[in-house]
């Protein structure tokens, strides 16, 4: 090497006294080498500041070094926690990430996803909520020999493929908070059908009710899309009610943000006329006013977790991670939670 030229394959081969298919070996983390060449040839790659050429690599591997992440889902805050957990695993690797939209109710989803997979040859995928509850995609994972993992409320796949929170569990603990606090007429807005967090929520809520000696009441639970209007709306309809809920659970915290507002639009005080619980701890839950009583969903630890998952094996300096597939959420007590007057 001479000046400011950039070290190649040839030049790591020569000073490493090693040929470039061991080289490539190397860099490829084949495991038909010897601890003592493997180390010799990697010195001298941190030395020279050698880079791979990842299109070289990819072509030799027939894959590209990069993690996708598929999603339909109107949760801005949900996708950007996922990102944000799996950006940090890919910090200071190779890898990139690639971000798909699709439609779950398109007649060619499946279709639609293989060709992605196909065009881009991913490493691995992570499915997030609703799709990742569409076994068929995990189907055509397997078929493809495309790494996956499954991002869902409950238990959808093997430890390897999956990372899921214990959101029935949880929206048990906030409604039997919520009768604790002396509440006995609570209703819920509710997630969009189709979508497994949703059920789960709901059914959680409806769990604890009954077992707090309280029957669930149809006209108390309004469905919601996990958008800020659909919460508005939600909160109009359950507060028109004659008598009305003392305390309202929204299935995430953009919808209990538009309870909020629907219920400072019809002159009551929050906590003191009515208590709002929200789910996911999104930075609006802390502010807003009042600071919002909300369940914190480790989505960011999840979206770390499947990053792991999807690169287990392939990078040494990888740490392994405990609790690999359950996450527990966690109920956080601000200011919109009161006693029933």
Request: neutral net charge.
């Amino acid at each position: 090497m001479s000046g400011n030229a950039k070290p190649t394959i040839n030049d790591i081969a020569r000073l490493s006294g090693v040929s470039k298919k061991t080289v490539s070996r190397v860099i490829n983390r084949s495991p038909l080498l010897n601890e003592e060449t493997r180390k010799r040839v990697d010195d001298v790659i941190r030395q020279t500041g050698y880079i791979p050429n990842p299109q070289a690599r990819a072509l030799a591997l027939r894959r590209n070094f990069l993690i996708g992440l598929v999603h339909d889902n109107p949760n801005a805050q949900m996708v950007l926690g996922v990102q944000q957990g799996i950006l940090s695993v890919l910090k200071g690797t190779e890898y990139e990430l690639i971000v798909r939209p699709v439609d779950r109710g398109s007649t060619t989803l499946v279709a639609d996803v293989r060709s992605f997979l196909e065009r881009q040859r991913l490493h691995g995928v992570v499915l997030l909520p609703p799709i990742s509850e569409n076994d068929g995609l995990a189907s055509l994972c397997l078929e493809l020999g495309c790494r996956y993992v499954r991002m869902g409320s409950a238990e959808l796949d093997d430890a390897a493929h999956m990372v899921a929170s214990n959101d029935r569990e949880v929206v048990r603990e906030v409604v039997t908070f919520l009768m604790t606090t002396g509440h006995r007429r609570i209703g819920i807005i509710t997630g969009p059908p189709g979508f497994r967090s949703a059920s789960e929520r709901h059914h959680g809520f409806n769990e604890a009710l009954v077992a707090g000696g309280i029957t669930p009441e149809p006209a108390w639970a309004v469905e919601g899309n996990y958008r800020f209007e659909s919460g508005l709306v939600a909160t109009r309809n359950l507060l028109a009610q004659d008598p009305r809920p003392t305390a309202i659970f929204a299935s995430n915290d953009e919808m209990a943000a538009g309870a909020l507002h629907a219920a400072r639009e019809m002159g009551l005080d929050v906590p003191a006329d009515l208590s709002i619980i929200g789910f996911d701890d999104t930075a609006i839950a802390a502010h807003i006013w009042p600071p919002l009583t909300t369940v914190r969903w480790p989505i960011v630890e999840m979206g770390k977790a499947a990053a792991r998952k999807l690169l287990a094996g392939t990078i040494d300096a990888l740490p392994e991670m405990p609790g690999d597939a359950l996450f527990l959420s966690a109920l956080i007590q601000r200011a919109s939670v009161a006693p029933p007057r």
